[in-house]
């Protein structure tokens, strides 16, 4: 006999959420990937901010199924360890990679530019680099 936890019953439980928003953004566009990793952004910030283990651990893992689909210099990553942290410096360097994912799905390679710097001074202001 097998004897299923609690725990266990959660991760399986998480395990199957992970595997649904794989399935449900392999079927968006870019665009709409965009949109919709914007919107759990925000939200992501807001459950930082509130201490929400659960909500951010939830939106982590949206973000990161997010990631997948997008491409890899896109840095989904490095996103997701900003957001982590609280406080107004950290918010406009997420703000700062987001803007920089949207240029790069526009190929607006001028702006890339000028933000991997502003990306840069931001991070050397809070030691990252």
Do not use: W
Not at 39 to 52: L, M, T
Not at 95 to 100: A, F, G, I, V
């Amino acid at each position: 006999m097998i004897i299923i936890t609690k725990s266990m019953k959660k991760k399986i439980i998480e395990n199957q959420l992970d595997d649904v928003n794989d399935v449900v953004y392999s079927m968006m566009s870019e665009a709409d990937l965009l949109s919709e990793l914007t919107i759990i952004i925000g939200r992501f910030q807001y459950q930082v901010s509130g201490n929400d283990k659960d909500g951010i651990k939830e939106s982590e893992a949206k973000i990161l199924s997010i990631g997948k689909q997008l491409p890899e210099n896109r840095n989904v990553d490095l996103l997701i360890k900003v957001c982590k942290n609280p406080g107004e410096k950290y918010i406009n360097l997420a703000r700062l990679y987001l803007d920089r994912i949207y240029a790069m799905y526009r190929e607006e390679y001028e702006k890339i530019k000028f933000l991997e710097k502003e990306i840069i001074d931001a991070e050397k202001d809070l030691r990252l680099s």
